[in-house]
């Protein structure tokens, strides 16, 4: 990735931030400078520090971004990061990208997109989810900048969308606070990825009478990133089309399947695919007449909520480790504003406030359920198994 950085125009901006703009030839010296000693374990802010540590550990050694695993366990010579993504089960897995992964994927965004040294990408995302590291990685090979925040804030971030920023990336409630503070109509931009999760369709109609090039993507961190954005200049629908040396299929359960140079040759700890592989993933989609995938939903339980992911065993599992529970329940429900939006049922003499101050003390925020009910018992199914299903229709 070093070398990303060197064949660039040195004297060129690369990264903005609040307090300090970098250029390529300064980011180079500062990662050819930065010390790495085997691999790394690296929890990245928004920060320039932030940005050398990584792209100095993925340049030398293997960066451990977020979570935690034995680092005896990774094969430097194979992985130059391993993310750390939620799985249906909830148990973190470690996902091994190589830089032929990122290589392909930041070569087939630009092919699709069309960005370049004369864009400047807006960085509001953690560098600890593929969404956030791969504008840094894109923008390093590409040769474009990356103006950084330190934070989302919709003022902000409104006010920044309108001063020479002309790609952008966000999940939908970003989007919906954005126009919130500032409906538009805004110029200069020239595609704004939307992703993360489930897109409200109301929100793709205030993006339009915005004027925002919007782009639903599809992306996971398997592929270190976007396998599948909307052509730039078609017609504003939720689908997405596939990206250049990308394949899509959808099995006939329904699961998104995908294949190509981008993909990670595993997760750590366990044996590689093949060159040829599918990843089937635990996304439900369909795929269009002119080959446009449109993703309908998930195959397991996880909650995307506002792009996090929410695993109802974990917080079910909590909730009941809090005085005043004796049974809960945990669905998703499709909300405008967050895509999907978690919902809890339970049993106890607990009230909601409560309950919602003892989540906050152990789990993230995201995780914390929107809205509650009291009830004197779970619906289950015929199986006897809690009905998830009949816990969000409660709710409706």
């Known amino acids: 990735m070093l070398d990303w950085l060197r064949r660039q125009d040195p004297a060129r901006v690369f990264i903005e931030a609040p307090d300090v703009t970098l250029t390529f ?8 400078d930065r010390p790495v000693h085997g691999i790394e374990v690296v929890r990245p802010g928004l920060d320039i520090q932030s940005v050398i540590d990584l792209l100095a550990v993925m340049s030398k050694g293997s960066a451990v971004v977020t979570g935690t695993v034995e680092t005896t ?9 391993v993310l750390f993504t939620s799985g249906t089960s909830g148990r973190p897995k470690g996902v091994r990208l190589t830089i032929d992964n990122w290589a392909a994927a930041a070569s087939a965004s630009i092919q699709h997109l069309g960005h370049g040294p004369a864009d400047t990408w807006l960085l509001a995302l953690p560098l600890h989810h593929v969404a956030g590291l791969s504008i840094l990685v894109r923008s390093a090979y590409a040769g474009g900048a990356v103006r950084m925040l330190p934070g989302f804030d919709p003022v902000a971030f409104a006010t920044h969308l309108r001063r020479g920023v002309s790609v952008v990336s966000m999940v939908p409630t970003m989007l919906s606070r954005v126009l919130d503070v500032d409906p538009g109509p805004y110029d200069g931009l020239k595609a704004v990825l939307l992703g993360g999760g489930p897109i409200p369709s109301r929100v793709l109609d205030r993006a339009g009478a915005a004027g925002l090039p919007v782009l639903p993507t599809y992306g996971l961190t398997e592929t270190a990133g976007q396998v599948a954005t909307l052509k730039p200049g078609a017609p504003l629908e939720n689908k997405a089309h596939p990206l250049p040396g990308v394949d899509i299929r959808v099995d006939p359960d329904d699961r998104i399947a995908v294949r190509g140079p981008m993909l ?7 044996p590689d695919r093949g060159a040829e592989d599918w990843l089937v993933t635990g996304d439900l989609g369909r795929i269009d007449d002119d080959g446009a995938l449109r993703v ?7 909650i995307v909520s506002g792009g996090e992911n929410i695993d109802p065993a974990v917080v079910e599992a909590t909730l009941l480790r809090v ?26 003499q607990a009230n909601p406030a409560q309950l919602e101050t003892a989540l906050r003390q152990i789990l993230p ?12 018992g779970l619906p289950m199914t015929p199986m006897g198994k809690p009905d998830r299903d009949e816990a969000a229709r409660l709710f409706r």
């Not at 366990?73 to 990061?81: E, N, R, T, V």
């Not at 990670?264 to 700890?269: I, L």
């Not at 995201?366 to 009291?374: A, G, I, L, S």
């Open 25 to 32: 030839g300064e980011i180079a010296h500062a990662v050819m």
């Open 323 to 348: 005085e005043g529970v004796q049974e809960a329940l945990v669905a998703g429900l499709t909300s405008e504003e967050w895509g999907m939006e978690a919902v809890c049922l339970y049993v106890g």
């Open 296 to 302: 309908t939903g998930r195959a397991d339980t996880i």
């Open 264 to 270: 990670s040759p595993g997760y750590v700890g366990e």
């Open 365 to 376: 925020g995201f995780m914390v359920p929107k809205r509650w009910r009291q009830v004197a």
């Open 73 to 81: 366990a990774i094969d430097p010579s194979d992985a130059a990061s």
